[in-house]
């Protein structure tokens, strides 16, 4: 059967008419709206690549269904904030500052849920962080470098 789905992603209004309903809303980002920021690591939840926020809360996109998501704010990679003159979110910033990444494959996920940590207000020590980031992996094993970016944001 099929669906239509209207997503708020970074602010832009699209709906997606005639969608599969088992389409996944990482592929409704990747496949049909081209935003690619998003990525597929393992399509099962467990590495956290595909994190995007739902009205503001974390998810793995990869086990959303799109067509649960119909009406929410979507915020991805593409749609942080960016500084007039870098081009750059702060978090995005400080991964460069702190060398937070080596192939990068995992950065669009790993920032996304960071600014999920951010906001929920768990950057009280690094080991805080570590926990609340553990959803997130990086088989470079960046991730002293990434605590380390995050405690900058969050001081
Ligand atoms: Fe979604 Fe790995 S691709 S958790």
Same mark, same amino acid.
């Given at each position: 059967p099929t669906v239509s789905v209207t997503l708020h992603v970074n602010g832009e209004e699209y709906t997606l008419a005639g969608l599969d309903n088992r389409t996944t809303l990482l592929d409704a980002l990747r496949e049909h709206l081209k935003q690619t920021g998003s990525k597929k690591g393992c399509g =099962?939840?467990?590495?956290g690549a595909c994190t995007v926020l739902a009205d503001g809360r974390r998810i793995n996109s990869c086990l959303a269904l799109a067509a649960l998501y119909?009406?929410?704010?979507?915020?991805t990679i593409e749609g942080l904030s960016q500084d007039s003159e870098t081009g =750059?979110?702060?978090?995005q910033q400080a991964f460069v500052d702190h060398d937070g990444f080596q192939c990068g494959y995992c950065t669009p996920g790993q920032i996304m849920s960071a600014l999920g940590v951010l906001q929920e207000g768990h950057t009280g020590s690094a080991d805080e962080i570590r926990e609340f980031m553990s959803g997130n992996l990086c088989r470079c094993g960046a991730y002293s470098n990434i605590v380390a970016a995050i405690s900058?944001?969050?001081q």
């Amino acid at each position: 059967p099929t669906v239509s789905v209207t997503l708020h992603v970074n602010g832009e209004e699209y709906t997606l008419a005639g969608l599969d309903n088992r389409t996944t809303l990482l592929d409704a980002l990747r496949e049909h709206l081209k935003q690619t920021g998003s990525k597929k690591g393992c399509g =099962l939840g467990m590495c956290g690549a595909c994190t995007v926020l739902a009205d503001g809360r974390r998810i793995n996109s990869c086990l959303a269904l799109a067509a649960l998501y119909d009406q929410k704010e979507i915020t991805t990679i593409e749609g942080l904030s960016q500084d007039s003159e870098t081009g =750059l979110h702060p978090l995005q910033q400080a991964f460069v500052d702190h060398d937070g990444f080596q192939c990068g494959y995992c950065t669009p996920g790993q920032i996304m849920s960071a600014l999920g940590v951010l906001q929920e207000g768990h950057t009280g020590s690094a080991d805080e962080i570590r926990e609340f980031m553990s959803g997130n992996l990086c088989r470079c094993g960046a991730y002293s470098n990434i605590v380390a970016a995050i405690s900058q944001v969050a001081q």
